[in-house]
């Protein structure tokens, strides 16, 4: 079945660093969508990439979907404590079902 | 308003019980899920639900059953309860052909089985 793996884990910057969590399907995906997960919270929704090579930005967030739309990623320019939580990606194939990434857990040091 | 909501938040029982978890959606959405988050934050897919098709992730016992009232509800039903089934359990749902297609999630049902 659809695999999705994300790299690293766990992340911990300064604030004010950058961050960037990576995602790799084990098939090709009709879209990728991400989403943040805080402390203690439930998933919430960030974007939805469709077309392949596609980028997209909101505010401090930079997603990107990879040619072959197999990978994507999420880069964070100069993180904040607020910026703290668990990041997903989330692969979705020909039907409805989303398979999700490990998450990338991301601590911010003020 | 809350768009999905599940009761209850925590839910402490003993191996071998029977339980359900509630969950609820006011966005008019056609297609529900559940998924389990473990305790390193793994989210699995475990059922996607509309009002003409189930599908069930093969992984998932047969403990576990949907039941769904109506179009607003997904219920979660399961059966002799494991030490393993102790997760958050979050609810979704989604429109199908809607653009983005995004799911939204529940605030979650901490399991604990003891």
């Known amino acids: 079945g659809q695999q999705v793996m994300q790299i690293p884990q766990y992340q911990h910057v300064q604030e004010g660093e950058d961050f960037t969590t990576y995602c790799n399907s084990s098939?090709?995906?009709?879209?990728i969508q991400w989403y943040k997960q805080r402390p203690g919270g439930h998933p919430v929704f960030l974007i939805q990439l469709v077309k392949s090579g596609e980028v997209k930005k909101q505010k401090r967030l930079t997603f990107q979907f990879g040619e072959a739309k197999k990978n994507s990623s999420l880069h964070i320019t100069a993180t904040q404590t607020t910026d703290v939580g668990t990041y997903f990606c989330a692969g979705q194939g020909a039907g409805n079902m989303l398979t999700f990434g490990g998450g990338t857990r991301l601590m911010v040091k003020p | 308003d809350t768009a999905v909501s599940q009761t209850p938040k925590y839910l402490v029982t003993q191996m071998g019980n029977d339980k359900s978890i509630k969950c609820e959606q006011n966005l008019g959405h056609d297609t529900m899920y559940w998924y389990k988050q473990d305790s390193k934050k793994f989210l699995k897919i475990m059922f996607s639900?509309?009002?003409?098709?189930?599908?069930i992730n093969e992984t998932v016992p047969n403990r576990f059953s949907p039941k769904s009232p109506d179009k607003a509800h997904l219920n979660l039903h399961i059966n002799s309860l494991e030490l393993g089934d102790s997760a958050v359990y979050f609810c979704?749902?989604?429109?199908?052909?809607?653009?983005?297609?995004?799911?939204?999630f529940g605030p979650g049902t901490r399991l604990t089985v003891t």
């Open positions: 639900y509309n009002n003409k098709e189930l599908i």
């Open positions: 979704a749902s989604s429109q199908r052909g809607q653009r983005p297609n995004e799911q939204y």
């Open positions: 098939t090709t995906l009709s879209n």
